[in-house]
């Protein structure tokens, strides 16, 4: 097992990696809400959650990775009030929040696959775990942490001493942070909603013991975590955006009811601007990966872009520096795929791939710096054309992800018509939603167009018959 170092929001620390239960590592990764096409924001966050798993299935590690999917709960206002993400979307759209989750679900699946995201061991549905957050929410009731108002069950933070401790803010910090209750009902001002109850007219809604209601969005991590990582496991990312609050309340929320330390490791991804500002819908900056795809950048691009900068830093996108990088990774990869017909390398330069080989590894294995094992890369790129660079790269690239030994007009997939592929995407993601029947009847209609599907862990394989 390599030795990794990660940096920890908690500690604010670069810290030894170690986990609980090895070669076993346990991790969950906040997840979409799925009510609206992802953004390059979004997915720069699963770009990063994808280096970690990557780093550690490279380091040795099997990862047992959870991330959720938002398809309740998350109400348009982060103050607990205003209507459920879903179905605002679901009645602009005039669809059901079911059908709304399902087609923005199969986009999400069919942009991580795009840009070679490994699609985590384990990926959990909101709506398919409530009983186990109405059960999570009646113990934290028991314990003394939850109580009653007329809208919903709330957590009283002020009865959780570490409140605050992730993103180093205390009760005042966040009692002055937050907005005036609506709900006067409410024990302090930031104190959050644990579950809601329904109106008549509210779409989404389960038998509680607080009669018909809807889990609130920080329970849904807390509870599916819990379910399928245990009482305590190795780590959590998310977006930083997501630390005062979402983070800071599955903390509050999982440790009152455990009574001890849940995450061992927080690690944060930083935003991505855009033109050095904030995505925003009226500025009509908010791009999806169709959107670069219609402007000619294939998304594999965008993932070399992605991996030039640390996680840790912002990282700001512009048209022009997506250029840029498009003209460089197409530049490495043509280098780089050269080799494969090349000779083997004399002793001195197979000495020199070899060095860049573990400068590269050295360099993931050190709180994911791919930049700088991009670098590092390039070096390896420029040696003398020999057959253990395509070699080497072929094995890097299940750390980068950029299949950087491919040569580049001749990947399989473009061959294959659009219309198989959205039928695979499709099938893949009825596949992930364990609907067995549309999954089936789309595996036959790919057999009549003569292509067989092959599952694997990650993903899925066309093949012409
Ligand atoms: P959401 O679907 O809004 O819950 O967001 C999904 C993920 O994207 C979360 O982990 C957010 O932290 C992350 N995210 C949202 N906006 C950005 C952005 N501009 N840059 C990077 N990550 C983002
Ligand atoms: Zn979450």
Known sequence: MLTLQF????TRKKEQF???????????S????????????????????????????????NTKSV?????VGH??????DGEDKMQTAAKKQNKTPE???AYYSEVFFKDLKRLNILTPEIVAKATDNIDEMIEFVKVLCEKGYGYETDDGIYFDISKFDGYGKLSRCNIEDALAGARVAINTQKRHPADFALWKKAEKNHIMQWRSPWGMGYPGWHIECSAMSRKFLGSTFDIHTGGVDHIPIHHENEIAQSEALEGHKVVNLWMHGEFMLVDGGKMSKSLGNVYTIDDLMARGYSPLAFRYFCLNTHYRNKLNFTFDGLSGAATAYNRLRSAVAACETADKAD??????????????????CDDLNYPLA?????TMSKLPACREIFDAAKELDRLFGLELYAPLEAKSEETIPDEVKQLADRRFAARLNKDWATSDALRVELDKLGYAVLDGKSGYELKKK
């Open 18 to 28: 170690t986990p609980i239960a090895p070669p076993e590592v346990s991790m969950y």
């Open 374 to 378: 991009l670098g590092e890369m390039w």
């Open 347 to 364: 002793a001195d330069t197979a000495k020199k791939v070899k060095k860049q080989f573990d400068a590269i590894v050295a360099a993931v």
């Open 7 to 10: 940096y920890n929001t908690l």
């Open 99 to 101: 059908e709304i989750a």
């Open 67 to 71: 991330m959720n999917i938002t398809d």
């Open 75 to 80: 109400l348009v206002s982060d103050a607990d």
């Open 30 to 61: 906040c997840g979409p809400t799925v009510y609206n096409y992802a953004h390059i924001g979004n997915l720069r966050t699963y770009v990063f959650m994808d280096e970690l798993r990557r780093t550690l299935k490279f380091a040795g590690y």
